[in-house]
């Protein structure tokens, strides 16, 4: 260890995080029934290019290739999902058995190879049958999540320590529910509020459905993507639109999550569409299901200002906002999002929760950028950009870490490039490069770079480029 050296504590674990959809394909086989990512990505006009995750990066056929690259690499954890629909076609009723199969596998594999998996139980992709039946907004789908989880529970309890229900249900009720620019694609707000309500709710309910099914040493977590938000300036006015974005983007799940109780100012500001008498007496404790730890995952920090927003006249993710708030571009670099660049948001987010919670385990369970990677002449890919991304924000957790919060791990999004949601293909998000003709997989320069931090426990603290170039 050289002084300059930023050590990370023993046990750290070094990961990186993919999505069933994302990254599986194999949609019609061995049972698996559509979801509303099959029925969204097929309805023209939806996703970039047409594009489907049909086939993706063909991850259910070359798993046991992507576990020996995992290792090749010396990862120390992986974070997938479950497809809730290879596992349980209509979201009711027994479990397929060779879709659980599929899972233990996998799982056994990465343990083979000192692998500590995380898996997450819904990362967005709903069962068809059970959208058709009125999906997140309806309480009834609450309760299938909780049946569903402990499915999983039993099937994989034994072998899996680190779990987290839901990934990013502010996505799925305000970009499914709201906006309409991810699945299902419905564009109304009070959706999109009763959906974020029945997302905590089944958060509460899969978390004691899964319990039952795990040893005591197993912790239960969720991983939320909390939004930095930032007033534009000083003026109370901006602290005030600061405050409803910080309600609609954080604390509509972590109230609930975290403490039992939404907080008043979110009942105040969504008065004009919704009373929440969907909101039944109990359903905020029950999403008090205690926690294990909390995920996080973070890309880019919010501006806000008050004022009338700019009309787009496209629906928006901001139930009761409107009229209220101005969005403005961060300052930073832009990655292939157009998202800014600034790590001080994670150092916030993550101290914010260490003084919340406190003795709350966090983890960073997504955090990576897209660029527009190509291989080179010499066949390799060249990837700086994203090499000082991850570094900046490793170094801004350690900052975390140093002030005091508890962080127990980081998982680079993505271990593969992989199906961006409604950009398709177009962004590529892998530290390994696919080339998604032939899907072969080369590891871009991050990966190899990123294997070298795993492998010290430790990170440099500037980026030192390869001979040759990174
Ligand atoms: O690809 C997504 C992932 O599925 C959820 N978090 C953000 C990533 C990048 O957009």
């Not at 991850?59 to 954890?77: F, I, K």
């Not at 309910?205 to 239960?220: K, Q, T, V, Y």
């Not at 972590?254 to 919704?274: E, I, K, Q, S, V």
Request: negative net charge.
């Amino acid at each position: 260890m050289t002084e300059t050296n930023l050590r990370f504590p023993p046990g750290f674990l070094w990961g990186s995080a993919t999505a069933a959809y994302q990254i599986e394909g194999a949609a019609r086989e061995d049972g698996r029934t559509p979801s509303i990512w099959d029925t969204f990505s097929h309805t023209p006009g939806k996703v970039l290019g047409g594009d489907t995750g049909d086939v993706a990066v063909d991850h259910y056929h070359r798993w046991r290739d992507d576990v020996r690259l995992m290792a090749d690499l010396g990862l120390s954890a992986y974070r997938f999902s479950v497809s809730w629909t290879r596992v349980q076609p209509t979201g009711r009723g027994p479990a397929v058995q060779r879709g659980l199969d599929f899972y233990r596998a996998l799982v056994d594999a990465l343990l083979e190879h000192g692998i500590q998996p995380m898996v997450t139980l819904y990362h967005w992709d709903l069962p068809q049958e059970l959208e058709t039946g009125g999906g997140w907004p309806e309480r009834e789908t609450a309760l299938r999540f909780a049946e569903y989880a402990g499915l999983v529970g039993a099937a994989l309890g034994d072998r899996v320590e680190l779990w987290t229900t839901l990934n990013e249900p502010w996505c799925s009720a305000f970009l499914g529910y709201g906006a309409g620019v991810h699945a299902p694609g419905r564009t109304d707000p009070v959706a999109a509020l009763r959906a974020a309500h029945h997302l905590n709710l089944a958060h509460g309910l899969g978390a004691a459905a899964l319990r039952e099914h795990l040893p005591a040493r197993a912790r239960i977590g969720v991983s939320l993507n909390p939004s930095a938000v930032r007033p534009l300036t000083a003026s109370p006015a901006d602290h005030d639109a600061r405050r409803r974005i910080d309600a609609l983007a954080n604390r509509i799940f972590t109230g609930p999550m975290l403490h039992g109780a939404y907080d008043d100012d979110l009942f105040a500001d969504t008065a004009p569409l919704t009373d929440w008498s969907f909101n039944r007496d109990g359903d905020a404790a029950a999403a008090h299901h205690p926690l294990g730890f909390l995920g996080v995952n973070y890309y880019a920090p919010a501006v806000v200002s008050a004022g009338p927003g700019t009309p787009t006249g496209e629906p928006s993710p901001w139930p009761g906002a409107d009229g209220h708030v101005t969005f403005h571009q961060a300052p930073g670099e832009l990655t292939a999002m157009d998202w800014p660049v600034d790590p001080t948001g994670l150092t916030d987010l993550l101290l914010g929760y260490a003084a919340e919670a406190p003795g709350l385990p966090l983890y960073v369970t997504e955090n990576g950028a897209a660029y527009d990677d190509k291989p080179g002449e010499d066949g390799r890919v060249h990837d700086p950009d994203r090499i000082r991304y991850v570094h900046s924000h490793l170094s801004a957790l350690h900052r975390a870490i140093e002030a005091g919060a508890d962080v127990r791990g980081y998982f680079l999004w993505s271990l593969l490039d992989n199906f961006e949601w409604a950009y398709g293909y177009s962004k590529r998000f892998g530290a390994v490069y696919v080339d998604y003709e032939t899907q072969a997989r080369t590891p871009k320069s991050s990966a190899r770079w990123y294997a070298g931090v795993a492998a010290g426990g430790e990170l440099p603290l500037e980026v030192a480029l390869e001979p040759g170039g990174f």
